[in-house]
T-cell receptor, first 107, second 115 residues
């Protein structure tokens, strides 16, 4: 079973920041937190990952709490093309996907 | 930008037939994976492969399934005798390193339909 919990769905207005929360309270010290997304039935697309520090890349920012029990993925300016299912995953080798958060970006 | 490719994009087969799904991982990657996603359900891990050996497999990956790296570029998943419940999207992934430090990159998937 997935070791993370996420809200099943969220809405966001186009152009606004989308903040997607994830709880991973049982994460162990050497496990990274990964974020992927899946648009329709396409292959999961890597977004970002982190261990302890906050991370930013061209797609998103990842904020990890100091105790590492939760994190937030931030899409700074959501577009309609960001509508997808977003998965927060903690793991060591294989990726265990949960149900994710279905993000709907609307005009 | 390098990417994982998979062929075919859609495979239709009769129950009981053998199918081989093909993947070309990113060229400098050493770790290879297969996942599947039944329509409307979660993405599920099947198997990981390194150095010509299975390193981990799930309960789904029973004796009907096998993986192979027949040459330096391809990575294949064979289903020996397909069942209706094998109908799913099958995703190949690869990574340069194993474990938490590295990222798995996924291919576009093969949709397998078993009739």
């Amino acid at each position: 079973d997935a070791k993370t919990t996420q809200p099943p769905s969220m809405d966001c207005a186009e152009g606004r920041a989308a903040n997607l929360p994830c709880n991973h309270s049982t994460i162990s010290g050497n496990e990274y937190v990964y974020w992927y997304r899946q648009i329709h039935s396409q292959g999961p697309q890597y977004i970002i990952h982190g261990l302890k520090n906050n991370e930013t890349n061209e797609m998103a920012s990842l904020i990890i709490t100091e105790d590492r029990k939760s994190s937030t993925l931030i899409l700074p300016h959501a577009t309609l093309r960001d509508t997808a299912v977003y998965y927060c995953i903690s793991g060591y080798n294989k990726l265990i996907f949960g149900a994710g958060t279905r993000l709907a970006v609307h005009p | 930008e390098p990417e994982v490719t998979q062929t075919p994009s859609h495979q239709v087969t009769q129950m009981g037939q053998e199918v081989i799904l093909r993947c070309v991982p990113i060229s400098n990657h050493l770790y290879f994976y297969w996942y599947r996603q039944i329509l409307g359900q979660k993405v599920e891990f099947l198997v990981s492969f390194y150095n010509n050996e299975i390193s981990e497999k799930s309960e789904i990956f029973d004796d009907q399934f096998s993986v192979e790296r027949p040459d330096g570029s391809n990575f294949t998943l064979k289903i020996r005798s397909t069942k209706l419940e094998d109908s799913a999207m099958y995703f190949c992934a690869s990574s340069a390193l194993q474990g938490a430090k590295d990222t798995q990159y996924f291919g576009p998937g093969t949709r397998l339909t078993v009739l």
